[in-house]
Nanobody, 121 residues
Framework: QVQLVESGGGLVQAGGSLRLSCAASGSIFSIYDMRWYRQAPGKQRELVAGITSRGTTTYADSAKGRFTISRDNAKNTVYLQLNSLKPEDTAVYYC???????????????WGQGTQVTVSS
């Protein structure tokens, strides 16, 4: 089993910053792509940013220039730095990862429980 636990969410004023973390644990041999999604009330979950095991990053247009995804492979942790936050960034932020276990079993699309980010105007 692979588990993901997010942290770092909270309430912040517009223009502020937060740093989200997502730590993977459990039966892990290797973690491949890791991603951050978000879901605002009444809206579909959307991809915010992704990072490969080698550090190649991709961003949604809404995140470009304001958010930065990074990872620490030694800690099995992915981060999302949120800068210049806007009220429309308010959402539950989820991380997702693809991994393999020591038994060479692929575990794709594992989700964390989410962390709430609220941006006040």
């Amino acid at each position: 089993q692979v588990q993901l636990v997010e942290s770092g969410g909270g309430l912040v004023q517009a223009g502020g910053s937060l740093r989200l973390s997502c730590a993977a644990s459990g039966s892990i041999f290797s973690i491949y792509d890791m991603r951050w999604y978000r879901q605002a009330p009444g809206k579909q979950r959307e991809l915010v940013a992704g990072i490969t095991s080698r550090g190649t990053t991709t961003y949604a247009d809404s995140a470009k220039g304001r958010f930065t995804i990074s990872r620490d492979n030694a800690k099995n942790t992915v981060y999302l730095q949120l800068n210049s936050l806007k009220p429309e960034d308010t959402a539950v932020y989820y991380c997702q990862a693809d991994a393999t276990t020591p038994q060479a079993i692929g575990v794709w699309g594992v989700w964390g429980q989410g962390t709430q980010v609220t941006v006040s105007s």
